[in-house]
């Protein structure tokens, strides 16, 4: 799980912003993390292995008033300063969460039609066929979708253009927010990485492409039909994921195991619904668990169980 965030501010420089929403995002991962910036059609990266902290040496030569940043939690590649995100190609950069599985083909055709690689990651082929498709017909939003259609994994992505005062997110099988401040418009990865001004959000479906200048947002599906942005009210408070004076996340949620088990637990048995899902889950010819990372497993180790009851 790898924390993303992006920002297009009206006016005034976004990277002060975007370093904010790392912090805020740094439960998601922690091995590396990384901002770009544009300002005058220039993109520039500051990345570095460690957490998001190591950033501050060398960021404050970043400007602009669009950035994006990422906090990674490996899974292709070491953490390095050279596999940490934002990657760029040509004249696009991107910051990714997921796995995307035929990187491999994608890299090795990419790598014929020119293109090198420097990192061990999934995720720089994303920039590269981005930028192949932009070479190619000129039209961003075009190019977006064209290369996403080609990906298969799971990808939250935001994609950031030399060329245009924005950002494009994307969202295909991993977690993504919108958020509306009065001085500019956030994509990330999840609502606790929002700042309490964004007091409205819009939350992408799978296979949204959305587009935003600061200005004006629009939604679109992957073979580029509009799609609605429905914009919904949020108060912050609800959503706040801090440490809890504990010195990092995984401490935390270790500690507090025991804890959320039983508030689980009890939450379920309060309100009946254990014995509603025992009685659905009785009569199911198929039970399909779902999960990423920590719930993956958790389901994995579930699967037993639900296999004996079932036999
Ligand atoms: N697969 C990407 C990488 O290893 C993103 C990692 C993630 O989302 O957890 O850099």
Same mark, same amino acid.
């Given at each position: 799980m790898c924390g993303i965030i992006g920002l297009v501010k009206r006016q005034g420089d976004a990277v002060g912003d975007v370093y904010e929403g790392l912090k805020r995002l740094e439960y998601r991962g922690y091995d590396s993390a990384g901002i770009a910036s544009l300002s005058g059609g220039a993109i520039d990266v500051f990345k570095r292995k460690g957490g998001v902290d190591s950033l501050l040496g060398g960021i404050g030569n970043l400007r602009g008033r669009v950035a994006m940043g990422h906090t990674r939690w490996a899974t292709h590649g070491e953490p390095s300063d050279v596999n940490a995100h934002p990657h760029v190609a040509g004249k696009i950069a991107i910051v990714h969460n997921g796995i995307i599985e035929n990187h491999r083909a994608l890299t090795k055709e990419l790598e014929s039609g020119g293109y090198a690689f420097l990192s061990d990651t999934d995720s720089e082929a994303i920039a590269a066929l981005i930028d192949f498709y932009y070479r190619e017909s000129g039209d961003l939003l075009r190019a977006v979708a064209s290369a996403v259609n080609r990906l298969q994994g799971s990808f939250s992505l935001c994609v950031m253009c030399a060329d245009f005062e924005g950002l494009i997110a994307v969202r295909y099988k991993s977690s993504q927010a919108i958020g509306f401040a009065p001085y500019g418009v956030f994509v990330a &990865?999840?609502? $606790?990485?929002? $700042? $309490? &001004? &964004?007091?409205e959000i819009f939350l992408p479906d799978d296979g949204t492409i959305t587009l935003t200048d600061g200005l004006k947002t629009q939604a679109y599906d992957f073979s580029l039909n509009p799609k609605k942005c429905v914009r919904r009210a949020i108060s912050h408070g609800q959503w706040s994921a801090d440490k *809890? *004076?504990? $010195?990092h996340f995984m401490l935390k949620e270790i500690e507090e195991a025991e804890r959320t088990v039983k508030d689980t637990v009890d939450g379920i048995t309060r309100c009946g619904c254990m014995k509603k899902c025992a009685e659905i889950l009785g009569g199911a010819r198929d039970i399909i668990i779902t999960g990423c990372g920590t719930a993956y497993n958790s389901g994995l180790a579930a699967l037993p169980y639900f296999e004996h009851v079932g036999a």
């Open positions: &990865s999840d609502i $606790p990485a929002l $700042p $309490p &001004s &964004s007091r *809890g *004076g504990y $010195p």
